[in-house]
């Protein structure tokens, strides 16, 4: 059985950083695709970072950003851990909404319904 798990998220005030993990279990592709999604409420989910792990995929050209995230997030992967991580810095009023982290075989749409999720952590951004 997939498991997603979520976790790190928090209340801070504008500028904080918060640091979100996803363990990842009983996915067994030897190349996939991570994200992490977040959905405010009234408002559409939307990606925010992806990233391709597995055998071979070691270059930062795998990792993906939404352009309102880029230079304040960073995506990344422990492949011992089978962990996802979202470091979440410079954080913004905007950044507030539920953050889901997601699986999917690599080239694989996101609406599939073989995608994973995650239950979600919440991130509250104070100004």
């Known amino acids: 059985r997939v498991q997603l798990e979520e976790s790190g998220g928090g209340s801070v005030q504008t500028g904080g950083s918060l640091r979100l993990s996803c363990v990842v279990s009983?996915?067994?592709?030897?190349?996939?695709?991570r994200a992490w999604f977040r959905q405010a409420p009234g408002k559409e989910r939307e990606g925010v970072a992806s990233?391709?792990?597995?055998?071979?995929?070691?270059?930062?050209?795998?990792?993906l950003y939404t352009d309102s995230v880029k230079g304040r997030f960073t995506i990344s992967h422990d492949s011992a851990k089978n962990t996802l991580y979202l470091q979440m810095n410079s954080l913004k009023p905007e950044d507030t909404a539920m953050y889901y982290c997601?699986?999917?075989?690599?080239?694989?749409?996101?609406?599939?319904?073989?995608?994973?999720w995650g239950q979600g952590t919440q991130v509250t951004v104070s100004s």
């Open positions: 009983g996915y067994t592709y030897d190349k996939d695709c």
């Open positions: 990233i391709f792990v597995g055998r071979g995929y070691t270059s930062a050209a795998t990792k």
């Open positions: 997601a699986a999917k075989a690599l080239f694989a749409s996101w609406s599939n319904p073989d995608t994973y």
